[in-house]
């Protein structure tokens, strides 16, 4: 979110990355989750606002519980999805009370030196990145809204945008999308909604005569056409904000409640993508392992802080040359700072990394050929009996779900569990999911998929990246957390079998510390799985590596 | 379902489990699914009939695509569920035709020697079984029905009227419950719609003053009443049928759309439910391990079909003393037999039993303390290298169930997982859910819980009983199940642990054919839960079994 749409940290200081305020004439609430409750008393004004834990009073049920009868609460259509409003509406309702969409949002007008809105220049992505034209892209979701009888459907996320039209942009850090939003045609052809100032004249002769340029304030227009002509129109109600349902629906248009068309085709890499993830993280493990082994060096002497470690590992990212941004705030967590899951190092929390303690670093890298996110735990001196049978524990979750076959429809809930067993039979659990989809250097989180407890209908299909990190967290001590990304290969022949079976490919190549595994807690095949891995990790990265880093990097990856 | 309620066989001659069929003045459908292409066809008048694949093109689907504009559909609405019917209507709309609700049954008017009504005279259940009494039930879920503001809730199955009024019945076979609808009121009292001639003297002194017995025809001025009342009343739209949800409404009814409140109640067994199942499962696991010594000495020698099998193990249940009925109708298959999943001996198929084959049998028993549900694979003869390595896989998948240990909340796709594991490494599957619910001398397959591929919301709870039978089938030549029953334990401490964790107890005790087992393909933990169960099957019913059948036990029941 650019510093021009923090609405809610100008109104309350709240500025974690998950809020939502509700200001009335005589009270007003903040909500945040979990991760926030002990930050958002020290940044609001708790004269003014209360705060209410969301997980435990979600939005909705609040409002069920304290709107008064008759009261009008408004709400910037523009700022919700949706199904966000359905719910919120239902609320009020029950309540007795009512929810009203503004027509403008009252916070701009009284919001002075606000920062102007982000106009990066956006880029043409490469063909020979992309692995597919925009044009055949859109020939091949408009044949997919035919078959669903769509006229025309709205790209409400800027990533689907640039996914879409193979261009990039730079709107707000981490993650290189454009702030916009489109329509395509079953035809073929496109409106782009966006500050046109943003474009450049390679990037008008990239997209051509098919993808027609608009302000933003043309949209509404745009749907009243839609409208006007009594199109089908597909709109996501997860993702599309209340405001276009609003619009489309005034105009007369049939509404298709739909996910946008493009998630699923984005999520399912090809094999040019695919190959410029492969590469990625190959030099992305290189830059990894050279601070793996500047930390076992320096790790120990306490000359380090959290902070340290993060500038350490982004100047080695940074020595690859292809360095575009890190694809997230770095999670880097000394000892208890460690099990915080959600922790961002500060000035004030920044603690030494110290003997004795685990050290967690969960971090990410865009590059223009791929996004990586990687977390690895490492026992800074000599880690005690228990911190090395739950990293054991969590490895063996970590290997159970890297091996898993499975048919095709398998969802990411049924895949979940394999991660927690290990961990569920000594009484353990970690509270996060398992796996989240990743980008094509676009967001290193994105949908459908997900490897979660939560139901989820989104089947696993060749192609799809998600993150492998089960955990454990003991709360004012250690966090343990093992990621790497996987990539689902396609179905394949099993010797001896009768289906085919998708599997996982392991992307991320970088030493999982052995100092914290304990080899009699492996079975045979997870042994065999961390051999493999190491020695795929080592032949991978020997080449792009000083020589200052071999003799470590050969140690780190020696077979148990 | 009784032989009065058969119209689709009636109409059609089609006698499979579940149908439906579609008639038109110029045409007319029977949608079956994938167990009964064959059987359809050879039982219809494919003249008039055309069936079709309800998996492959589901009701809804042959509906949007075959109606005709303006055509008029009518259906009973007794006889289908709200859930149903509107997916039904939704299709009709969409093709431009109508879906209308006839007054009467059109068929029963010119049904000549309809069977009467089934008229089974309804027991009293002993609390000494339910271990509980109907008035504290009935108390508990007016309390849940008070927190969720409902004034009443309509009953709709007759297995939850039986648990919760403590009787039982025997209208259909297998399952001893009595047809009827019931009213549960937010103070604990009900009305119960049934054919009065079913009640005995001894069931009336049971139900006291608090259930009034009414006819069924009085279920509809009774909705009328609550309409009046502006009552809100809880009906469940997948089990309560399309004219209760319009008497009702028409009645002014506040409907809330809620499961069945007796559902989970129900499928969490109280201790003296479970302590009966736990005893039942001892006479049953004695009686099939006699039928089991039995089969090891006349299955070789090629004199027996799959019908002497069934007669022989429903001999020595009966001799236990107890049984009350079969669970359901065996499935006795031999050789490729086995490998047809929902297979039913007939004159017809009757198969012998053939030295070199599998032979599978899945049986159940109905006894006053608890229902039975069980499935054995035998080798006849010498299995092959092949067959061992399969039933070794399939062990794996049921041993890795059995021994789950996992945090509340967990549902059972979660679970279902576990017992494909082994198959899917092996490029194998299953096209069958891995478990579903058990009653208590109640229908054998029972909800809200089940274990399998597809998303579940319902968490398992302490007292659930489930099966759990994965299996591996091998078309034209042998099928393998291995089924046992389990209950969902209470969350307990683990040793080292912090979070307590549910986990199951074995609840069926029946050998497990050793000669299928291949020792190697098993991990140490898994032998080891093999040999503890095979010890406690020998420590249960080696004082329940004749001196000729206790040599095999032992035998049978050795460690490996």
């Given at each position: 979110m650019p510093p021009s749409a923090q609405r809610l940290a100008w109104i309350s200081g709240f500025t974690g990355s998950w809020g939502l305020a509700a200001v009335f004439r005589d009270r007003a609430v903040v909500f945040v989750d979990g991760r926030y409750v002990l930050q958002v008393r020290e940044q609001v004004d708790l004269n003014v606002f209360t705060p209410v834990h969301a997980h435990e009073t979600p939005p909705p049920e609040w409002l069920e519980a304290n709107l008064k009868k008759g009261e009008r609460l408004g709400y910037d259509p523009w700022l919700h999805t949706e199904s966000g409003i359905e719910q919120l509406r239902a609320a009020a309702t029950k309540a007795g009370a009512e929810l009203v969409a503004c027509a403008g949002n009252p916070l701009d007008t009284v919001w002075e030196g606000r920062p102007p809105a982000p106009q990066a220049k956006v880029a043409v992505y490469d063909e020979a990145h992309a692995g597919e034209t925009s044009a055949s892209k859109r020939a091949r979701i408009a044949e997919d809204m035919r078959k669903s009888h769509l006229d025309a459907a709205v790209i409400p996320l800027p990533e689907s945008i640039c996914w879409l039209f193979n261009v990039r942009g730079g709107d707000v850090p981490h993650t290189p999308f454009a702030l916009s939003y489109a329509i395509l045609h079953g035809n073929g052809e496109a409106e782009w909604f966006i500050d046109e100032t943003k474009l450049t004249h390679e990037v008008r002769r990239h997209i051509g005569n098919a993808i027609t340029v608009r302000a933003i304030a043309d949209l509404g227009p745009a749907l009243d056409k839609l409208g006007a002509a009594k199109a089908r129109v597909g709109l996501d109600p997860a993702h599309a904000a209340a405001w276009m349902f609003a619009r489309a629906k005034a105009a007369g248009a049939n509404i298709v409640r739909a996910p946008d068309p493009c998630l699923l085709p984005k999520a399912c890499k090809n094999n040019v993508e695919l190959q410029g993830i492969r590469e990625a993280h190959v030099r992305d493990g290189a830059a990894l392992s050279r601070f793996l082994c500047w930390l076992a060096k320096e790790?120990?002497?306490?000359?380090?802080?959290e902070i340290d470690t993060v500038k350490r590992l982004e100047d080695f990212r940074h020595e690859t040359g292809a360095l575009k941004d890190v694809s997230f705030e770095s999670i880097s967590g000394a000892g208890p700072n460690g099990?915080?899951?959600?922790y961002r190092v500060s000035e004030k929390t920044n603690r030494p990394v110290r003997s004795g303690e685990l050290f967690l670093i969960d971090s990410g890298a865009q590059y223009e050929d791929g996004t990586t996110d990687v977390t690895r735990t490492i026992a800074i001196g000599t880690p005690s009996a228990e911190q090395r049978r739950n990293f054991t524990l969590v490895l063996k979750g970590h290997i159970a779900l890297a091996m898993a076959r499975f048919p095709e429809g398998t969802t990411g809930v049924q895949l979940d569990t394999l991660a927690r067993m290990a961990l569920w039979n000594a009484g353990l659990d970690y509270d996060h999911g398992t796996g989240h989809g990743v980008g094509?250097?676009?967001?290193?989180h994105e949908g459908p998929q997900s490897i979660s407890k939560r139901p989820d209908a989104t089947p696993l299909k060749a192609g799809m990246v998600c993150s492998n990190e089960p955990g454990y967290y003991k709360a004012g001590e250690y966090g343990i957390r093992i990621e790497n990304l996987i990539a689902v290969k396609p179905p394949e022949e099993i010797p001896g079998g009768e289906r085919k079976m998708l599997s996982f490919e392991t992307l991320t190549l970088a030493p999982i510390d052995l100092a914290l595994v304990e080899p009699g807690l492996l079975s045979p095949e997870e042994r065999d799985w961390l051999n493999a891995y190491h020695a795929r990790v080592r032949a991978a990265l020997d080449p792009r590596i000083d020589a200052a880093t071999r003799p470590w990097l050969t140690e780190a990856t020696r077979a148990i």
């Open positions: 790790g120990p002497t306490g000359d380090l802080t099990a915080i899951i959600h094509h250097y676009l967001s290193v």
